[in-house]
């Protein structure tokens, strides 16, 4: 009962997307999630995240992004997935995280109906001028650690745009 209850009362769903579902968007669930939870809004918030591509499928964050985040308290164990059309007719909020990311979003979105709720991750930052979050995945150790300061500016400003659109 208690299972429904919360199903019922949970009003507003978030999906991150990258490429790959291994390290930013699998971040910034982790992120995103630790938030909504301090603040006591995890029965009324879901959050997802997914990638445009399918590649890593079942597979748990990339090591480098799950340790970056272990030192900063989070943990990152969802599993990679692909993400679907079912996902934009769902998700009241599709946060994605860079220009290449919104182009792929978008091809899904094959009857323009969801255009208005995806948007660039980075227009929640406010301590930050960057535009998109830099893919990590080839880089060294400090890629990783500016995806999660980007993230944790910008979840903060998710976290805003949440709170006002709950009922
Ligand atoms: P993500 O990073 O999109 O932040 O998960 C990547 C992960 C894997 C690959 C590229 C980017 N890859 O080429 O496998």
Redesign the pocket.
């Known amino acids: 009962m208690a299972g429904i209850a919360a199903v019922m009362t949970r009003s507003f769903r978030v999906l991150f997307v990258?490429?790959?579902?291994?390290?930013?968007?699998?971040a910034a669930e982790g992120v995103m999630r630790s938030m909504i939870t301090e603040e006591g809004l995890a029965e009324r918030v879901s959050i997802r995240s997914a990638?445009t591509?399918g590649?890593?499928t079942g597979k748990l964050p990339?090591q480098r992004?799950r340790s970056a985040g272990q030192n900063r308290g989070y943990d990152l164990s969802s599993r990679?997935r692909q993400v679907s059309e079912v996902d934009l007719r769902e998700c009241d909020l599709v946060l994605v995280?860079d220009q290449q990311n919104l182009r792929d979003v978008c091809s899904y979105d094959r009857e323009s109906q969801f255009g208005s709720k995806i948007r660039l991750f980075c227009e929640f930052c406010t301590d930050h001028s960057e535009t998109e979050v830099p893919?990590?995945?080839?880089g060294g150790e400090q890629g990783f650690e500016l995806?999660l300061d980007l993230l944790e500016d910008g979840c903060r400003g998710v976290l805003r745009h949440i709170r006002s659109s709950l009922p």
Do not use: E, T
Request: with cysteine; hydrophobic share 35%; net charge negative.
């Open positions: 990258c490429l790959g579902n291994i390290c930013r968007s699998p990638g591509a590649w890593h990339d992004m990679a995280m893919d990590p995945y080839y995806v």
